[in-house]
């Protein structure tokens, strides 16, 4: 079985082994001083690429939830994490229409939840790649760049 691998610069590794356990919802399988390791079976992953208008690499990271019940308990879980999280329903993004929850970790890497309700014909315009801390009444929580196209 293969699996994605992914690893983040950071500059507090015990803040964020803090941040990821909560997240992750399990503790490191390797922790060392200068490294840490979760090696998981689930979340399984969802892997996208589209343009980078100003810049490339990664954009954000994700995890994508089969039930809006899993979409709860992860944005719990990011709460715990003491993080801000910005909620989103119904977002038009990326050729779905999802409900979503985006916070940004402590190396500031925007991190997306989300459940699926299905597919649309578009790769939509909302707007929510990037999580605030106050988002203005005007936005859905955690407005802050066109999704998916940034």
């Given at each position: 079985m293969?699996?994605?691998h992914v690893h983040v610069k950071v500059k507090n590794i015990d803040e964020s082994i803090r941040f990821y356990s909560t997240l992750f919802g399990n503790d490191p399988t390797v922790v060392k001083d200068d490294y840490a390791k979760w090696f998981l079976e689930d979340?399984?992953?969802n892997f996208a690429i589209s343009p980078g208008a100003e810049k490339t690499g990664i954009h954000h990271?994700?995890?994508q939830t089969e039930s809006e019940d899993e979409?709860?308990?992860l944005a719990e879980r990011?709460?715990?994490a003491g993080e801000a999280v910005a909620h989103q329903d119904k977002a038009?993004?990326?050729y779905a229409l999802s409900d979503k929850a985006w916070v940004r970790d402590p190396e500031g890497v925007s991190w997306e939840t989300?459940?699926?309700h299905g597919a649309i014909t578009t790769y939509g315009r909302d707007r929510a790649a990037e999580p605030v801390t106050q988002p203005p009444a005007s936005q859905?929580?955690?407005c802050g760049t066109t999704c998916c196209a940034a």
């Open positions: 293969k699996r994605l979340p399984r992953v990271l994700g995890i979409l709860d308990e990011l709460e715990a038009n993004c990326c989300f459940f699926t859905a929580k955690g």
